[in-house]
């Protein structure tokens, strides 16, 4: 289990994410500069510096390409020299033409250098990047200087272009070992998700032990301590022994070989009738209503369940309601398969249950839950107790 990037892909994507980010930095500077030397000329009714702001947008047709195709030296060397071009035709329109601008130090003119600098995104490597940055700050003061002496201004050192190659350069180094600390930490936090994993894996087998435990030892020995003295009837012996060969194993909590081929080999209206079987072996009088067949539209894993939570109930009517007569009623519902479980007994008081009994929770609520279906008690003291297990029925028994 991962949080977040897998840290082996991480210093890949990040490089990746980085170039495109000054791509798009580099795409803004250019576009912002196009814009503003656009306004200068209308607003001078300059037709060559809006012709020159006209000519810085062409540049972007080859970062466009460069921004969504694999990054290519030589592309890049073609944006940088076409930039660079636009550069020096900018400067020279506008210190030709436009009197209140007296030397180099105009907006738009850092907005190209700084566009020239950010073409460093083409490269992958921190050295490269260096590299392709240093290139970018030298071609655009260069074009700078070119296009003042075409135009007979002054050049004058842009600050702001310098600020913001060093901002650019502290990106570079930086982040790469930020993403190297980040990546250690990446490294702890999925061996923790690992290890929330394993234990909830642990805790899910312990539940499945827990249920199959009571289901099978704890409740037939219940169903002993109410006998009385003598003879254990030879089903309930016999399943005892069973039982208690397979706690001697490493598979309990699953079921036996020969359970899951008993099991493969029979229907699920013969499964649900081995349980009521087991029930009336140990003296329990079942009466079967409704429409049993339509077990068949559940799922196998849902049929197991079923059948687990409604060994339980049987044996709940037998150790706790006082009666030894049960009526089970089976029924489509809808999307759902109902079985109500109902007797006459005692009953008890639903908000008055103990949380130590795990019949109902582990062995009934909780299965049925797991695969889908709810659980829904009624009970009063002295009127009896109704349990519905709704399941949700298999899309492709129904059609069947």
């Known amino acids: 289990m991962q949080l977040g990037i897998p840290a082996q892909l991480a210093p890949v994507l990040f490089a990746q994410a980085l170039s495109r980010l000054f791509l798009v930095y580099s795409a803004y500077a250019v576009i912002f500069a196009e814009i503003l030397l656009i306004l200068a000329g209308w607003h001078e009714a300059n037709a060559w510096v809006m012709w020159a702001g006209f000519l810085v947008g062409f540049p972007g047709f080859v970062l466009w390409r460069l921004m969504f195709t694999p990054l290519s030296p030589l592309s890049a060397s073609l944006y940088i020299l076409f930039l660079s071009a636009t550069l020096v035709l900018a400067t020279w329109a506008v210190l030709a033409t436009m009197p209140d601008v007296e030397s180099t130090l105009f907006l738009p003119f850092s907005l190209l250098g700084f566009a020239l600098i950010t073409a460093c995104g083409v490269a992958a490597r921190v050295r490269d990047r260096v590299l392709w940055a240093s290139f970018g700050f030298a071609m655009a003061n260069l074009s700078l200087l070119l296009g003042a002496y075409l135009a007979g201004k002054p050049y004058e050192f842009d600050l702001r272009l310098l600020l913001g190659f060093g901002v650019v350069l502290a990106a570079v180094i930086s982040t790469p070992r930020l993403l190297a600390s980040n990546t250690r930490f990446q490294i702890t936090f999925d061996h923790s998700a690992e290890s929330v994993a394993s234990d909830a894996e642990r805790l899910e087998n312990t539940r499945a032990v827990a249920a199959r435990l009571h289901d099978t030892l704890l409740a037939n020995l219940a169903v002993i301590g109410s006998t009385k003295p003598g003879?254990?009837?030879?089903?309930?012996?016999?399943?005892?022994?069973?039982?208690?060969?397979?706690?001697?194993?490493?598979?309990?909590?699953?079921?036996?070989?020969?359970?899951?081929?008993?099991q493969n080999s029979s229907t699920e209206l013969e499964q649900l009738m081995a349980v009521i079987s087991g029930a009336e072996a140990r003296g329990l009088l079942v009466n079967l209503g409704g429409n049993p067949s339509a077990i068949n539209s559940l799922t196998s894993e849902r049929v197991d369940a079923l059948n687990a939570a409604l060994a339980q109930c049987l044996t709940n009517v037998q150790l706790h309601s006082g009666q030894n007569a049960v009526e089970v009623v089976i029924l489509p519902a809808g999307e759902n398969l109902a079985v109500t479980i109902i007797d006459g007994g005692s009953g008890f008081n639903v908000d008055q249950v103990p949380e130590d009994r795990m019949g109902l929770k582990l062995s009934v609520r909780d299965r049925i839950e797991q695969c889908g279906g709810r659980v829904r008690l009624w009970s009063n003291e002295g009127q009896g107790t109704a349990v519905m297990l709704q399941l949700p029925v298999s899309v492709e028994a129904s059609d069947a």
């Open 231 to 262: 003879m254990l009837q030879d089903p309930v012996r016999e399943a005892i022994e069973n039982q208690l060969a397979l706690f001697e194993t490493s598979d309990f909590g699953r079921q036996s070989g020969s359970e899951a081929l008993a």
